[in-house]
């Protein structure tokens, strides 16, 4: 391999926080350091989408527009990268066409380069939107291929799939490991079949909640990976992403060697470091996210999920189920037509398999989002479903099989309208965070604009916990 530096994109201002201490870190938390990181060479700063847009006006009292153009005017000469989940947006329904695309153009507008696409289905329809729409406000678009494993879900079905998306107009591609269940040695294969069969860069996401992300990403670039997500050491492994600087030390005087300095990489540590106490003696940040769990490789359950499950057993007093759930969830995965989990799909198989084992008898209670999984509302399944099972849930209910979005009326003039009658919002900007979170930016828009006082936020609250770990991953 001729001498080739490896690309980082750091997670620390995004996905580190939200994988470890659910997504709670300031903006006066980050502003110290963001001079330093914008000198370090990173190929990009994913700083922005996830579930960060939410927590800010939830629980930190934050604008998330606001937060964006402070972030661009400190770090001038660094692309600032997004995660947009395709027809989602950042919420946990599908949107018309005319919301994604005013968003698409308000996101790069405000500062944003890199906008990293994804579907929880990996149905391309669900991309076809906010990917014409990236290229249309010249944004980088990076298509993302939602890692998992089941028999639909093989190397060629994602060399197959990164095809398509490079001819959709993907920039780039990422390969979005989620759960962390993509190990090194299928790594090598995977991006070795990918850099034969497409043009575009390829960039690696994976996390280290299995222990196995560092060498994954060390067989990664060994296969030719253009790009790898890392954060910096105090917010990094566990339920998050790899070390930066672990990463960097030992690609050092190889050729894959990143070009990032050490040094520099340390100081802005030392910074996140004194973060990452305050938000443990604040209880935000659980250092049992810091642990190794092989359950994952063994129940293909992320780790955001295995909590979660976890949780709404406690609540209904049926720890002792724990086991049973989990041997459930794959019988439920196979049954609705093997998603990968990720946001929302995650959440479905994961609450329908807690249903079917506190209930004694499978599929006795369905809840609508299982319901409409089944119908089709989010687009098409990886694999044939079980019939039955989606007669029991659905009866005679028609199947959506075109592109969801095509059944949804444009909707901005309706939100507009919406808030002109309550007299709230002065943006643009506004009208997208009503869109997408009407009764979260309503109560944010009173606080903001001084017509109610900031409610004290909960130091630690298992509640806010549960919903914000059920989007560890993006």
Known sequence: MENKPLYITDTILRDAHQSQAATRMRLED????????DKMGYWSLECWGGATFDSCMRFLNEDPWERLRTLKK????????????GQNILGYKHYADDVVDSFVAKSIENGIDVIRIFDALNDPRNLEQAVKSCKKYGGICETAMSYTVSPVHNEEYFVELAKRLEAMGADVICIKDMANLLLPFDAYSLIKKLK????????????????????TYLMAAQAGVDIVDC????????????????LVATLQGTERDTGLDLTKLSEAAAHFRKVADKMKADGIL????????TKTLIYQVPGGMLSNLLSQLKQAGKEDKYYDVLAEVPRVRKDFGYPPLVTPTSQIVGTQAVMNVIAGERYKMVPKESKALLKGEYGALPAPVNEEVRKKAIGDDTVITCRPADLLEPELEKYRAEMQEKGIGKSEEDVLSYALFPQVAEKFFAVRDGAKKPEAAPKSDDSVRTLIVQDLSE
Do not use: C
């Open 30 to 37: 980050m502003l110290p350091a963001l001079e330093q990181l």
């Open 231 to 246: 954060a910096l050491s105090p917010f990094a492994n566990g339920t998050s992403n790899p070390s930066t600087e672990a």
């Open 196 to 215: 034969e069969s497409v043009h575009v860069p390829i960039h690696l996401h994976t996390h280290n909640t299995t222990g196995t992300g560092d060498m």
């Open 286 to 293: 659980d250092p049992k996210v810091l642990n190794v769990d």
């Open 74 to 85: 400190h770090m001038p000469n660094t692309k600032l990268q997004m995660l947009f989940r």
